[in-house]
């Protein structure tokens, strides 16, 4: 079981980039699944998620507007496009997996995670 983060990279102030999540071993079918960042001595933030059949999705306040969360069960496979991007968007970019995940209510809603991905690393620069 694994979940695989790619598409990070070094991006200038006002550019984009698509991350990708796919999944092996396992059907992304019943899972809702987050996107979640961690800049350097910060705490993990849940940024998006995206509810198991996708029609319904969360972002966090600072990402609105900005970033749009998608997912493609057949290819099993869940998309961060992020446009507008800012420095302080820089982090690591982790996906998560959690049949219990949606909705992404309470403070502490990263805790009912099943599956944490390895991250990917995004650097936006001024």
């Known amino acids: 079981v694994q979940l695989q983060a790619s598409g990070g990279g070094l991006v200038q102030a006002g550019g984009s980039l698509t991350l990708s999540c796919t999944a092996s071993?396992?059907?992304?079918?019943?899972?809702?699944i987050a996107w979640a960042r961690q800049a350097p001595g910060k705490e993990r933030e849940g940024v998006s998620c995206?509810?198991?059949?996708?029609?319904?999705?969360f972002y966090v306040d600072s990402v609105k507007g900005r970033f749009t969360i998608s997912r493609d069960n057949a290819k099993n496979t869940v998309y961060l496009q992020m446009n507008s991007l800012k420095p302080d968007d820089t982090a690591v970019y982790y996906c998560?997996?959690?049949?219990?995940?949606?909705?992404?209510?309470?403070?502490?809603?990263?805790?009912?995670?099943?599956?944490w991905g390895k991250g990917t690393l995004v650097t936006v620069s001024s």
């Open positions: 071993g396992f059907t992304l079918d019943y899972y809702a």
């Open positions: 998560a997996a959690g049949i219990g995940l949606w909705p992404p209510t309470g403070n502490r809603w990263l805790e009912r995670v099943d599956y």
């Open positions: 995206i509810s198991y059949s996708g029609g319904s999705t």
